[in-house]
């Protein structure tokens, strides 16, 4: 059974930072890309940013709302991959889960159907 547990959501303002990180456990974090996805109210879930497996690091892909704003790391050693957001904006305001897709990318990383495990989401909110 794997468990993907987020954390870091918050309050904050427009132009403010916040970084989530999501912790795996359940199976070897080895060989398993993962993602981050994100929820507004009444909208569908939608790609965020995708690191691959690997031993140093990963390749790491975004979407275009959140390039050179956002950046997707992971940690091997401790199992857990983080969202560093920066520049946050109102249209930010989300639900945020991490995702984990049982092989190691990159084909169909910007799907949630390529993702098996999925988190409990964090709730970011950016007021203006």
């Known amino acids: 059974q794997v468990q993907l547990v987020e954390s870091g959501g918050g309050l904050v303002q427009a132009g403010d930072s916040l970084r989530l990180s999501c912790a795996a456990s359940?199976?070897?974090?080895?060989?398993?890309?993962m993602g981050w996805f994100r929820q507004a109210p009444g909208k569908e879930r939608e790609f965020v940013a995708a690191i691959t497996w690997s031993w140093s690091g990963g390749s790491t892909y975004y979407a275009d709302s959140v390039k050179g704003r956002f950046t997707i790391s992971r940690d091997n050693a401790k199992n857990t991959v983080a969202l560093q957001m920066n520049s946050l904006k109102p249209e930010d305001t989300a639900v945020y889960y991490c995702?984990?897709?049982?092989?190691?990318?990159?084909?169909?990383?910007?799907?949630?159907?390529?993702?098996?495990?999925w988190g409990q989401g964090t709730q970011v909110t950016v007021s203006s």
């Open positions: 359940g199976r070897t974090f080895s060989s398993a890309a």
């Open positions: 995702a984990l897709d049982s092989g190691p990318g990159p084909v169909g990383l910007r799907q949630r159907e390529t993702y098996d495990y």
